[in-house]
């Protein structure tokens, strides 16, 4: 019995055994994501760096070639696959970089394999005990005291980075963005009463440039100990006057733009400079003195400078994480740092990648020789905007009056300037050497570029035009150093555009991607020998404007070749005799609809005969042009008068031009605006940051697209490419002819075949300028011609003059009409220069505020009843004829009778205005609501009926 047991026995533990293996194989199957999950925790990784669960494991290991694009996650994972996996793991050096704490490059580029943690503070505060990321203030020392305290100016460089860097165990290099706006932006001065715009307050420039002796140590500091007493209020705090009670704003703007790189390994230095929050010295918009600062940050980077843990107790701090390679990268002003830096030549700057950054900040608000921002000064207005010490009242006080000096001194600069070059400029020109700058102390020198560039810009941007990446690229030519372009369709943004997290794929490779093979070769020395991606990298990356594909190009023409243009398409005319425009835009709403459609009053346009095969644009259009000016129109008895001797010489008269891509059916075009449409796919950033949401741009549809524009000045006939070629001008003489180019903004682009091409000349552009005295410009047709650069080849076109078409009320007209504010006279025709009854305005009026005015013993009773009720009118002598200052008394009591802060004195009829009409007519001039015609404002003058549709128009859209 005992043995039949024993054996009975036997057999049931066999039966259990298999039954609890083969139960055990189906509950334990490794799936290929378990074994993903296991091969990347084994080595170290930590499971808060996968927040997206499953697809961060498989983003990973594709990332790291564990996995391939035949990964299964859910397939059961053979010994073999498993082994095959872990088998890559350890060639890449998986674990060893983990375990070691130092960055791993697999293919060439950083993988995110460093753990991650946000600066923003949680409920329970921050602390860099409990960071993976190690993030702490220091104050570099620069070369001057630019705020006259008696000491050496002192910025302030926020510091992050991998603990692993930071606890000593490698190296990091450092990805630097200098940028003005990122510490906190102020309110201009206007809450505190602060105008510097008044008289002379004699500062001199030279002020700028004074050395005190350097600080003295009284102590030292390392990286660890200063991070822990950092606190998050460096670097995360509300910005007063860029929050709303419903929007706040925090600073540093900055802070989680570089996270992709931070868990890569790299660390990120940001820089708000001179005269910012928690920095000394005088924001000073560009000036070679913020720069040079700038470049300081660099030297304390390659152990070549001093710094500081706090700006008052000397305790010196060196970079003892840094391996001494820098790049600069950052968009817009920041892009501008990159570049005037780069110029300097300084030690460690190993690359840089400004998008839509400045190359002279002449050319950012001036062109030929014209301002082309409404008021020619600008650096004052932008430096004070950025001049974050006035965010804290203690530090403001210690440097106001000095600062209010300094602005009022750039501000009287600019606007003796006029839209011409000069020292302000030359000393923001980071093209130009030390050449211009003759009268300052300055010994600065821009131009000494020895570093490689990856120039971004997008090729409808209006805020930092494209003639910037040009010069960009020139001046990297030049130097002989490696330049790419990556060039896209958007505008002032940046591909990863890290405000809001959006992503535009550049092909099929991400822009930080991108990034990431050029910092991993330039920072880290990665395939160094076997052609890395960022060698080969094509000279032009580029997005077609006709489908948003993506194409390359081997070259790019630099702006010396512009005198000889090799490769060109070249459009001359078959006008002959003079075409004169004005610059009396009443009744032109949309500019570019009237001047793209035909000539009008203030342009002229040529145009081709459709093109019969797709015609690439690729660089620098260069219009010439021979004209005339008429200076004062309203006092000339001819088109060719001489001026009044009395009168003296205008400066500062725009021409402008643009090339135009029309069609008689509408195409798909990129606009000029940030527009985007998310497609639903994620950009993978990778342990732990935050991923970004992949978009493509939004297209729309037209008939025509400005492929570019340019403008000058007729006073300013030298001006060529260059900017300080706009330093000298003339004066001007009506009837005289000077012979211009002008030089519109580079651009590639594709006219499709059966389009045509259009040149249009014109007067002064809405927004850029404006005149409180008309002009005239007077065109010599024959001479009129334009050379566009294209690939390869060389050929020609003819161009004719497109008639009037457009007349200046046909925008109003059509506005009124389509809103039913008024009607036509029959049903064929609106009697533009009719006359108009107080009635019909009292009616339209009412129409407006939403009364419906029919029926009525007349047809304009309720209308009038209305506007007695509301106090628009007495109602007296409805069928009178209405004067263009009782029209505008209409309008202004209608709208409240508001503060009227507008001023007449530009009007030389000013004073004929009735003493009833004057507030209602300053408050329509400083509203855009009354232009005048001919610098009068013809107060006792009938109002016509399209004088009514414009300027009812204009208070519609003011009011809304």
Same mark, same amino acid.
């Given at each position: 019995?005992?043995?039949?047991?024993?054996?009975?026995?036997?057999?049931?533990?066999?039966?259990?055994?298999?039954?609890?293996?083969?139960?055990?194989?189906?509950?334990?199957?490794?799936?290929?994501?378990?074994?993903?999950?296991?091969?990347?925790?084994?080595?170290?990784?930590?499971?808060?760096?996968? =927040?997206?669960?499953?697809?961060?494991?498989?983003?990973?290991?594709?990332?790291?070639?564990?996995?391939?694009?035949?990964?299964?996650?859910?397939?059961?994972?053979?010994?073999?696959?498993?082994?095959?996996?872990?088998?890559?793991? &350890?060639?890449?050096?998986?674990?060893?970089?983990?375990?070691?704490?130092?960055?791993?490059?697999?293919?060439?580029?950083?993988?995110?394999?460093?753990?991650?943690?946000?600066?923003?503070?949680?409920?329970?505060?921050?602390?860099?005990?409990?960071?993976?990321?190690?993030? #702490?203030?220091?104050?570099?020392?620069?070369?001057?005291?630019?705020?006259? /305290?008696?000491?050496?100016?002192?910025? *302030?460089?926020?510091?992050?980075? +991998?603990?692993?860097?930071?606890?000593?165990?490698?190296? !990091?290099?450092?990805?630097?963005?200098?940028?003005?706006?990122?510490?906190?932006?102020?309110?201009?001065?206007?809450?505190?009463?602060?105008?510097?715009?008044?008289?002379?307050?004699?500062?001199?420039?030279?002020?700028?440039?004074?050395?005190?002796?350097?600080?003295?140590?009284?102590? &030292?500091?390392?990286?660890?100990?200063?991070?822990?007493?950092? *606190?998050?209020?460096?670097?995360?705090?509300?910005? +007063?006057? %860029?929050?709303? =009670?419903?929007?706040?704003?925090?600073?540093?703007?900055?802070?989680?733009?570089?996270?992709?790189?931070?868990?890569?390994?790299?660390?990120?230095?940001?820089?708000?400079?001179?005269?910012?929050?928690?920095?000394?010295?005088?924001?000073?918009?560009?000036?070679?003195?913020?720069?040079?600062?700038?470049?300081?940050?660099?030297?304390?980077?390659?152990?070549?400078?001093?710094?500081?843990?706090?700006?008052?107790?000397?305790?010196?701090?060196?970079?003892?994480?840094?391996?001494?390679?820098?790049?600069?990268?950052?968009?817009?002003?920041?892009?501008?740092?990159?570049?005037?830096?780069?110029?300097?030549?300084?030690?460690?700057? *190993?690359?840089?990648?400004?998008?839509?950054?400045? !190359?002279?900040?002449?050319?950012?608000?001036?062109?030929?020789?014209?301002?082309?921002?409404?008021?020619?000064?600008?650096?004052?207005?932008?430096?004070?905007?950025?001049?974050?010490? #006035?965010?804290?009242?203690?530090? @403001?006080?210690?440097?106001?009056?000095?600062?209010?000096?300094?602005?009022?001194?750039?501000?009287?600069?600019?606007?003796?300037?006029?839209?011409?070059?000069?020292?302000?400029?030359?000393?923001?020109?980071? $093209?130009?050497?030390?050449?211009?700058?003759?009268?300052?102390?300055?010994?600065?020198?821009?131009?000494?570029?020895?570093? +490689?560039?990856?120039?971004?810009?997008?090729?409808?941007?209006?805020?930092?035009?494209?003639?910037?990446?040009?010069?960009?690229?020139?001046?990297?030519?030049?130097?002989?150093?490696?330049?790419?372009?990556?060039?896209?369709?958007?505008?002032?943004?940046?591909?990863?555009?890290?405000?809001?997290?959006?992503?535009?794929?550049?092909?099929?490779?991400?822009?930080?991607?991108?990034?990431?093979?050029?910092?991993?070769?330039?920072?880290?020395?990665?395939?160094?020998?076997?052609?890395?991606?960022? %060698? !080969?990298?094509?000279?032009?990356?580029?997005?077609?404007?006709?489908?948003?594909?993506?194409?390359?190009?081997?070259?790019?023409?630099?702006?010396?070749?512009?005198?000889?243009?090799?490769?060109?398409?070249?459009?001359?005319?078959?006008?002959?005799?003079?075409?004169?425009?004005?610059?009396?835009?009443?009744?032109?709403?949309?500019?570019?609809?009237?001047?793209?459609?035909?000539?009008?009053?203030?342009?002229?346009?040529?145009?081709?005969?459709?093109?019969?095969?797709?015609?690439?644009?690729?660089?620098?259009?260069?219009?010439?042009?021979?004209?005339?000016?008429?200076?004062?129109?309203?006092?000339?008895?001819?088109?060719?008068?001489?001026?009044? %001797?009395?009168?003296?010489?205008?400066?500062?008269?725009?021409?402008?031009?643009?090339?135009?891509?029309?069609?008689?059916?509408?195409?798909?075009?990129?606009?000029?605006?940030?527009?985007?449409?998310?497609?639903?796919?994620?950009? @993978?950033?990778?342990?732990?940051?935050?991923?970004?949401?992949?978009?493509?741009? *939004?297209?729309?549809?037209?008939?025509?697209?400005?492929?570019?524009?340019? @403008?000058?000045?007729?006073?300013?006939?030298?001006?060529?490419?260059?900017?300080?070629?706009?330093?000298?001008?003339?004066?001007?003489?009506?009837?005289?002819?000077?012979?211009?180019?002008?030089?519109?903004? +580079?651009?590639?682009?594709?006219?499709?075949?059966?389009?045509?091409?259009?040149?249009?000349?014109?007067?002064?552009?809405?927004?850029?300028?404006?005149?409180? %005295?008309?002009?005239?410009?007077?065109?010599?047709?024959?001479?009129?011609?334009?050379?566009?650069?294209?690939?390869?080849?060389?050929?020609?076109?003819?161009?004719?003059?497109?008639?009037?078409?457009?007349?200046?009320?046909? /925008?109003?007209?059509?506005?009124?009409?389509?809103?039913?504010?008024?009607?036509?006279?029959?049903?064929?025709?609106?009697?533009?220069?009719?006359?108009?009854?107080?009635?019909?305005?009292? $009616?339209?009026?009412?129409?407006?505020?939403?009364?419906?005015?029919?029926?009525?013993?007349?047809?304009?009773?309720?209308?009038?009843?209305?506007?007695?009720?509301?106090?628009?009118?007495?109602?007296?002598?409805?069928?009178?004829?209405?004067?263009?200052?009782?029209?505008?008394?209409?309008?202004?009591?209608?709208?409240?009778?508001?503060?009227?802060?507008?001023?007449?004195?530009?009007?030389?009829?000013?004073?004929?205005?009735?003493? #009833?009409?004057?507030?209602?007519?300053?408050?329509?001039?400083?509203?855009?609501?009354?232009?005048?015609?001919?610098?009068?404002?013809?107060?006792?003058?009938?109002?016509?009926?399209?004088?009514? !549709?414009?300027?009812?128009?204009?208070?519609?859209?003011?009011?809304?």
């Amino acid at each position: 019995m005992k043995k039949r047991a024993a054996s009975l026995a036997l057999v049931l533990s066999m039966i259990l055994s298999f039954t609890c293996q083969a139960g055990a194989v189906d509950a334990k199957t490794e799936t290929q994501l378990d074994a993903v999950k296991s091969i990347l925790e084994d080595a170290g990784m930590q499971e808060k760096q996968f =927040p997206n669960g499953d697809s961060d494991y498989i983003q990973m290991a594709k990332s790291l070639t564990i996995i391939g694009d035949n990964f299964k996650a859910d397939a059961e994972c053979t010994a073999d696959e498993k082994a095959a996996m872990q088998s890559k793991a &350890t060639q890449i050096g998986l674990k060893n970089a983990i375990e070691n704490g130092e960055p791993l490059f697999v293919g060439g580029v950083a993988q995110p394999i460093f753990p991650y943690t946000s600066g923003v503070p949680t409920k329970d505060g921050y602390s860099n005990d409990n960071s993976d990321i190690i993030r #702490y203030s220091v104050y570099v020392e620069t070369n001057y005291d630019t705020d006259g /305290d008696g000491k050496l100016d002192l910025v *302030k460089a926020l510091v992050q980075l +991998p603990r692993a860097a930071a606890e000593g165990k490698y190296k !990091a290099a450092a990805i630097y963005d200098a940028r003005p706006y990122i510490t906190g932006c102020t309110d201009n001065g206007e809450a505190r009463g602060i105008d510097y715009t008044k008289g002379d307050q004699k500062y001199n420039l030279n002020d700028l440039y004074v050395q005190p002796a350097a600080r003295e140590a009284q102590g &030292t500091a390392n990286t660890m100990d200063t991070a822990k007493k950092a *606190k998050a209020e460096e670097w995360y705090y509300l910005s +007063p006057y %860029e929050s709303s =009670p419903g929007d706040p704003f925090y600073d540093y703007e900055d802070l989680d733009w570089y996270d992709y790189f931070l868990v890569r390994g790299y660390a990120a230095i940001e820089v708000g400079g001179l005269g910012t929050r928690g920095s000394e010295g005088l924001e000073t918009c560009g000036a070679d003195v913020e720069t040079d600062a700038f470049k300081c940050v660099i030297e304390w980077l390659t152990g070549d400078r001093a710094a500081y843990t706090d700006r008052t107790s000397n305790i010196a701090i060196k970079a003892d994480w840094s391996n001494g390679n820098v790049a600069m990268t950052g968009r817009s002003y920041g892009g501008t740092t990159d570049f005037a830096v780069a110029s300097t030549g300084v030690k460690g700057l *190993k690359t840089i990648v400004p998008v839509a950054g400045i !190359a002279s900040w002449y050319d950012y608000t001036n062109s030929q020789g014209i301002s082309t921002h409404t008021n020619p000064a600008y650096s004052d207005d932008l430096g004070f905007y950025c001049a974050g010490r #006035y965010i804290d009242e203690n530090d @403001w006080n210690s440097m106001k009056d000095v600062y209010q000096k300094y602005l009022n001194r750039i501000y009287n600069d600019q606007m003796t300037l006029n839209g011409d070059y000069g020292t302000h400029w030359a000393t923001r020109d980071y $093209t130009a050497g030390n050449e211009g700058k003759a009268g300052t102390a300055s010994t600065s020198k821009y131009n000494n570029f020895n570093c +490689p560039a990856l120039i971004v810009h997008g090729l409808n941007d209006d805020n930092v035009r494209t003639k910037q990446f040009q010069l960009m690229y020139d001046a990297f030519k030049n130097a002989k150093q490696n330049v790419k372009l990556l060039l896209h369709q958007g505008e002032h943004i940046t591909p990863d555009y890290d405000d809001h997290k959006t992503s535009l794929m550049i092909g099929n490779k991400t822009y930080s991607s991108i990034l990431n093979e050029w910092y991993s070769h330039y920072l880290y020395g990665q395939n160094t020998n076997d052609g890395n991606n960022a %060698e !080969a990298m094509a000279a032009v990356t580029v997005q077609n404007n006709t489908d948003g594909s993506w194409s390359t190009l081997d070259s790019w023409p630099t702006s010396d070749s512009l005198a000889d243009v090799n490769n060109k398409l070249t459009l001359t005319n078959t006008a002959t005799g003079t075409t004169t425009i004005n610059s009396n835009m009443n009744g032109i709403s949309n500019w570019r609809d009237a001047f793209t459609s035909s000539s009008t009053s203030a342009s002229a346009m040529y145009a081709t005969e459709p093109v019969a095969n797709d015609t690439v644009i690729k660089g620098t259009v260069q219009v010439k042009i021979s004209a005339a000016p008429i200076q004062h129109p309203d006092q000339q008895a001819s088109a060719t008068a001489v001026q009044s %001797e009395s009168t003296g010489s205008r400066d500062a008269l725009m021409m402008s031009a643009m090339l135009v891509d029309v069609a008689d059916d509408e195409f798909t075009t990129y606009p000029m605006s940030r527009t985007e449409v998310k497609t639903g796919k994620m950009n @993978w950033v990778g342990s732990g940051a935050q991923d970004y949401e992949i978009i493509n741009f *939004k297209t729309v549809q037209s008939k025509y697209k400005i492929i570019a524009r340019g @403008w000058i000045d007729l006073a300013n006939p030298s001006a060529g490419f260059d900017s300080a070629s706009a330093a000298n001008k003339i004066s001007l003489e009506d009837g005289v002819y000077h012979d211009y180019t002008v030089y519109l903004q +580079p651009n590639y682009y594709t006219v499709k075949a059966g389009h045509k091409l259009a040149l249009v000349v014109y007067t002064y552009e809405p927004g850029k300028a404006s005149y409180s %005295e008309n002009y005239g410009i007077t065109i010599d047709n024959h001479s009129l011609s334009a050379v566009i650069p294209v690939p390869k080849g060389t050929s020609a076109a003819t161009m004719s003059a497109i008639g009037k078409k457009y007349n200046w009320y046909a /925008d109003a007209v059509k506005y009124v009409t389509d809103k039913g504010l008024m009607n036509g006279t029959d049903d064929n025709q609106f009697s533009p220069s009719a006359t108009t009854t107080r009635a019909m305005l009292m $009616t339209v009026l009412a129409r407006y505020a939403g009364e419906d005015t029919t029926g009525g013993a007349t047809w304009y009773e309720k209308g009038m009843n209305w506007a007695k009720a509301k106090g628009v009118s007495d109602g007296t002598n409805p069928n009178a004829n209405i004067t263009r200052e009782q029209l505008v008394t209409m309008m202004y009591r209608y709208a409240g009778s508001p503060k009227a802060d507008g001023k007449l004195d530009s009007f030389s009829d000013a004073a004929s205005v009735s003493t #009833y009409a004057a507030d209602a007519m300053q408050w329509a001039v400083a509203n855009g609501i009354v232009n005048g015609s001919n610098g009068k404002l013809n107060p006792q003058n009938n109002a016509t009926r399209a004088q009514v !549709a414009a300027i009812l128009m204009r208070f519609c859209e003011m009011s809304k």
